[in-house]
């Protein structure tokens, strides 16, 4: 089984950038997808990119196409999210999640992914 552990959030001014990181132990990462949530105070948990079992193909939410990037090292059991230009709608409690089951149609469905991180905290400043 893949256990998750995040890093790398943290208080920022609107247009800064952050790189979270995200730690996986277990042998099967490598055929896990991979992706990244979020969830703000007061809102339900929400899609912000993934990333295939082989970093082939990613895919994002409208909202952070062109300013967020998502990235894994296999080698080295992490995905990571290059987060440019920050908003303060970015703020929130950022998630790593993995599926090893995720079909094409269901990528930003959250109740596809079976392990998840405990979270850490982005706050963006105006």
């Known amino acids: 089984q893949v256990q998750l552990v995040e890093s790398g959030g943290g208080l920022v001014q609107a247009g800064a950038s952050l790189r979270l990181s995200c730690a996986a132990s277990?042998?099967?990462?490598?055929?896990?997808?991979m992706a990244w949530f979020r969830q703000a105070p007061g809102k339900e948990r929400e899609f912000v990119a993934m990333?295939?079992?082989?970093?082939?193909?990613?895919y994002y939410t409208d909202t952070v196409k062109g300013r967020f990037t998502i990235s894994r090292d296999n080698a080295k059991n992490t995905v990571d999210l290059q987060m440019n230009s920050l908003k303060p709608e970015d703020t929130a409690v950022y998630y790593c999640a993995a599926s090893f089951h995720l079909p094409n149609t269901r990528l930003a469905q959250k109740g596809w992914y079976d392990v998840w991180g405990q979270g850490t905290q982005v706050t963006v400043s105006s």
């Open positions: 990333i295939t079992w082989s970093g082939g193909n990613t």
């Open positions: 277990g042998r099967s990462f490598s055929s896990a997808a």
